[in-house]
């Protein structure tokens, strides 16, 4: 009887960019979001999506996921919007003007956001779930937990990205930073003395058209790690001429 076929198992990651109002992500706004979709047998990119995020106010902790009776005095009082500090949104080269225009409502991004992770899924079971990939990405995830509380969708966040449960019971999603795969790939260069992403990307030969607009940013931080990985199989810049240590054991007890 022959043996079962085997399913070859197709893992994915979801390259992530933030633009926001300034870097607290308990108080400043998502500003644009973009997310790409790689595959990574293949390091083909093979899905998109990006979105301006229209101004919204804050929020209690965990606010979302429960109705709250308010009186009417209540719901007459004005409520305090999310910090869009100037000094950010010129880094960005994004106005108000634009995301009062063009904005997306937040609930509506943060669905699309599961929806396309969803997608981006090609194989069954717990360790296919995508992880996320981006440059200086503990940042980014900071403001996606934001999004994914305000939008209440936080159970289906954790649900669909890889990632575990902490001490605390927080979810911490699975992720590779470019940043070390940079400082593994060109630590030992001189030159290099800044992991910049318009840095390093110049220093790979990667172009970066627009840099601090979320789209761009996604783009040449996966080529980042096409780049990188493309040179782990290559075996270039390989440690060669360590010999072979002999064997004290056969097996470990575990």
């Known amino acids: 009887m022959a043996a079962p076929a085997v399913e070859n198992r197709i893992y994915t990651a979801i390259g992530l960019d933030f633009e926001t109002g300034g870097l607290d992500p308990v108080r400043c706004a998502c500003t ?10 293949t390091l083909e990119v093979f899905d998109r999506y990006t979105a301006y995020i229209a101004p919204y106010c804050k929020q209690e902790l965990g606010a979302a996921r429960r109705k709250v009776l308010r009186s009417k005095h209540e719901l007459a009082q004005p409520t305090e919007r999310m910090d869009y500090e100037p000094r950010a949104l010129e880094y960005s080269g994004i106005t108000m003007e634009r995301l009062e ?42 403001f996606l937990s934001q999004l994914m509380s305000y939008a209440g969708l936080t159970k289906e966040y954790e649900k669909t990205f890889a990632g575990k449960t902490d001490f605390y019971g927080n979810f911490q999603p699975l992720y590779l930073d470019t940043i070390l795969l940079a400082r593994l790939a060109l630590g ?27 789209g761009a940013d996604v783009a040449a931080t996966l080529d980042i790690v096409r780049v990188c990985a493309a040179r782990m199989r290559n075996g270039e810049g390989a440690v060669t001429g360590a010999a072979p240590k002999e064997k004290t054991r056969n097996h470990f007890l575990i």
């Open 32 to 41: 644009q979001i973009a997310v790409q979709a790689l595959r990574l047998d």
């Open 101 to 142: 225009a063009q904005g997306v409502d937040l609930k509506e991004v943060a669905g699309a956001v599961l929806r396309f992770a969803q997608e981006a899924t090609l194989s069954k079971g717990a360790q296919c779930k995508p992880v996320l990939i981006g440059q200086n990405i503990i940042f980014d995830i900071g």
């Open 188 to 214: 030992a260069d001189p030159e290099v003395t800044s992991y910049k992403l318009e840095l390093v990307a110049e220093r790979l030969g990667i172009e970066l058209d627009d840099a601090h607009d979320a």
